[in-house]
């Protein structure tokens, strides 16, 4: 059974910066998509960043320049790196994953991501 689990949320001050860590645990695939996706409350859940076996990695435009998203040695090891977080970044943050490495850049299905983890929250405060 694949399970996913992130870490790494919190409560920061405008321009700070946090990481996010995802463990993916039970995954016997070798290609894979992971990725990082974001909901505030009252809005609709979108993709902030892909990455694929290959390395290959996708960033939304909302948060280019400031996130980077990189796996860990371990390959099944996700991060966000987060720098000069903005007010409207908050929201909860969830890890997923699915073999179908076309989901990293089919974002418009970004629902059909077969493993989530149970979020963690990223408050930015003004």
């Known amino acids: 059974q694949v399970q996913v689990a992130e870490s790494g949320g919190g409560s920061v001050e405008a321009g700070g910066s946090l990481r996010l860590s995802c463990k993916i645990s039970g995954y016997t695939e070798t290609n894979y998509c992971m990725g990082w996706l974001r909901q505030a409350p009252g809005q609709e859940r979108e993709v902030v960043a892909t990455i694929d076996n290959d390395g290959d990695s996708k960033v939304a435009d909302s948060v280019k320049g400031r996130f980077t998203i990189a796996r860990g040695n371990g390959k099944l090891t996700l991060f966000l790196q987060m720098n000069n977080l903005k007010p409207e970044d908050t929201a909860m943050y969830y890890c997923?994953?699915?073999?179908?490495?076309?989901?990293?850049?089919?974002?418009?299905?970004?629902?059909?991501?077969?493993?989530w983890g149970q979020g963690t929250q990223v408050t930015v405060s003004s």
């Open positions: 997923a994953a699915d073999e179908w490495v076309g989901l990293c850049y089919a974002w418009q299905r970004s629902g059909e991501f077969a493993h």
